[in-house]
């Protein structure tokens, strides 16, 4: 089964950056947008950014905006998750996986991590206070 590989996690103090990488072996489809998701312990899976593979069209959940950013090196087929003024309630395991697009207009619509697939093993963020 293909699945995304996830680098670039760590230990990092509040207000530090992390630079996050997801790298795909197969040819991502051109209608599917790739996704970064966080789980804590005790927690759900939650959808932090997306990003479509073509147009790079991108979604953010509120607690992230502002802070962190997608972007898809086509050429690399990697999608990197730059964090920016991390905190506390940031840790977790962030994991990446792609799906289908939808859209609303230009908006490009989240509808949950039931939608995606070929997770990577994921990759830890630890954020001290």
């Known amino acids: 089964e293909a699945r995304f590989v996830e680098s670039g996690g760590g230990l990092v103090q509040t207000g530090g950056s992390l630079r996050l990488s997801c790298t795909a072996s197969?040819?991502?489809?051109?209608?599917?947008?790739i996704g970064w998701f966080r789980q804590a312990p005790g927690k759900e899976r939650e959808g932090v950014a997306c990003?479509?593979?073509?147009?790079?069209?991108?979604y953010y959940a509120d607690s992230v905006k502002d802070r962190f950013t997608i972007t898809y090196n086509q050429a690399e087929n990697t999608a990197y998750l730059q964090m920016d003024n991390l905190k506390p309630e940031d840790a977790g395991v962030y994991f990446c996986?792609?799906?289908?697009?939808?859209?609303?207009?230009?908006?490009?619509?989240?509808?949950?991590?039931?939608?995606?697939?070929?997770w990577g093993q994921g990759t830890q963020v630890t954020v001290s206070s």
């Open positions: 197969w040819r991502i489809y051109d209608d599917y947008i």
């Open positions: 996986a792609n799906g289908p697009s939808s859209y609303n207009g230009d908006t490009l619509e989240y509808a949950g991590p039931q939608y995606f697939n070929s």
């Open positions: 990003i479509s593979k073509i147009g790079g069209y991108t």
